[in-house]
T-cell receptor, first 116, second 111 residues
Framework: DTGVSQNPRHKITKRGQNVTFRCDPISEHNRLYWYRQTLGQGPEFLTYFQNEAQLEKSRLLSDRFSAERPKGSFSTLEIQRTEQGDSAMYLC??????????????FGPGTRLTVL | GEDVEQSLFLSVREGDSSVINCTYTDSSSTYLYWYKQEPGAGLQLLTYIFSNMDMKQDQRLTVLLNKKDKHLSLRIADTQTGDSAIYFCAGQGANAGKSTFGDGTTLTVKP
């Protein structure tokens, strides 16, 4: 298994454009998480899925952000009408949750977004 | 919500022990985690501790948990230059939902 992959690794866009990122989790992982990380800070939770169901969304996830996991495998994160404040590293993680509170998340390398 | 705080920088000499500290506010976090992030790489889980434990040792890593003070520490014995990285502590929400991360401690190991 090659781990969690994310595409693209880097994205430069102009303010107002829409962007879409993709995350491919480790196969058979039922949970998939999205985080955002800005320079000098830790990852901030955005949303997570269990299979295809989106179970929680952060208040950080404005209506310009939407995430999907249509078949319970890969996920996409779309940002509409990008703003300079959206510039960050977007991290995806996956896990195989068996119940309970422990959950080892495996992180991808991230997609770095720069909004000009 | 959960707040997780860490000191920002730590510098040690190769071969010394490193101690990275973390405080958290949400006592309902039943698992607490330590991650390592190297430049240009994703986060790598190093170790974790269940909240009813005081200590966990895993090779060169020792995690201490003071639940009363909501204080977590990571000790790295015999620190090597390859340990230079950013270290994050994180609390796991109920039913292993979202994780809340601190802002990271940058560890620099000098030869």
């Amino acid at each position: 298994d090659t781990g969690v992959s994310q595409n693209p690794r880097h994205k430069i866009t102009k303010r107002g454009q829409n962007v879409t990122f993709r995350c491919d989790p480790i196969s058979e992982h039922n949970r998939l998480y999205w985080y955002r990380q800005t320079l000098g800070q830790g990852p901030e939770f955005l949303t997570y899925f269990q299979n295809e169901a989106q179970l929680e969304k952060s208040r950080l996830l404005s209506d310009r952000f939407s995430a999907e996991r249509p078949k319970g495998s890969f996920s996409t994160l779309e940002i509409q009408r990008t703003e300079q404040g959206d510039s960050a590293m977007y991290l995806c993680a996956s896990s195989f949750w068996r119940g309970g509170d422990h959950n080892e998340q495996f992180f991808g390398p991230g997609t770095r977004l720069t909004v000009l | 919500g959960e707040d997780v705080e860490q000191s920002l920088f730590l510098s040690v000499r190769e071969g010394d022990s490193s101690v990275i500290n973390c405080t958290y506010t949400d006592s309902s976090s039943t698992y607490l985690y330590w991650y390592k992030q190297e430049p240009g790489a994703g986060l790598q889980l190093l170790t974790y501790i269940f909240s009813n434990m005081d200590m966990k040792q895993d090779q060169r890593l020792t995690v201490l948990l003071n639940k009363k003070d909501k204080h977590l520490s990571l000790r790295i014995a015999d620190t090597q230059t390859g340990d230079s990285a950013i270290y994050f502590c994180a609390g796991q929400g109920a039913n292993a939902g979202k994780s809340t991360f601190g802002d990271g401690t940058t560890l620099t190991v000098k030869p």
